[in-house]
C-alpha cells in the first residue's frame, strides 16, 4: 500500500496485480451531482410557487386552511378545558389533529398534481378548508351545548 500525491491510497493486488485506488471517506458527492440536486431542488421549489403561489384560488384555499385550524386548535386547548367539556376520541387525538393529517397529505398530492390537472388541486385543498370549517363548526356546537 502506498499513498500518492491526492491522497488516495494505491493498492496493488487482484488477478492482474492491476492498482485499486481507495478515496477517503471525506470526499463529498461529485460536482455534477450537486449540480443535478439542486436543479431537482429548484424544480420542486418552482412547483411550489406556480401551485400554491400563483394560483390564487389554492392560495385562498391554503391561507384559508391555516387560519381555521388555528381557530379550531384555539378552541380545542383553550375553551375546551375551561368549560370543563370531557370529549373522548379515537387515541385521545383531537378533531384538530386529523383535519391536520389530511392538511398535509393533500397539499403533498395537491402540489404534484397540480401539473396534470388544476381542477383536482383546487378539488383537494378546498376539501381541506371545509374539513376545517366543519372541524371549527363541531367544536363551538360543543362548546354550545355543552358547556
Do not use: C
Not at 32 to 42: A, E, P, S, T, Y
Not at 72 to 89: C, E, G, M, Q, R
Amino acid at each position: 500500500m502506498e499513498s500518492n500525491a491526492a491522497g488516495a491510497i494505491e493498492h496493488r493486488g487482484g488477478v492482474d496485480g492491476e492498482i485499486s485506488r481507495f478515496r477517503p471517506v471525506t470526499d463529498s458527492a461529485h460536482p455534477l451531482q450537486k449540480k443535478h440536486m439542486k436543479i431537482k431542488i429548484m424544480g420542486v421549489i418552482n412547483l411550489i410557487k406556480k401551485a400554491l403561489i400563483a394560483d390564487k384560488p389554492n392560495l385562498i384555499f391554503v391561507i384559508s386552511s391555516i387560519v381555521l385550524w388555528i381557530v379550531a386548535y384555539s378552541l380545542w386547548v383553550f375553551v375546551i378545558p375551561v368549560k370543563n367539556i370531557f370529549l373522548y376520541t379515537p387515541l385521545s387525538y383531537g378533531p384538530h389533529i386529523y383535519v391536520l393529517v389530511i392538511f398535509v397529505l393533500h397539499l403533498i398530492v395537491s402540489i404534484y398534481s397540480y401539473d396534470k390537472d388544476s381542477k383536482i388541486s383546487h378539488l383537494l385543498l378546498g376539501s381541506v378548508a371545509f374539513f376545517n370549517f366543519m372541524t371549527v363548526v363541531l367544536l363551538l356546537v360543543y362548546i354550545i351545548n355543552y358547556g
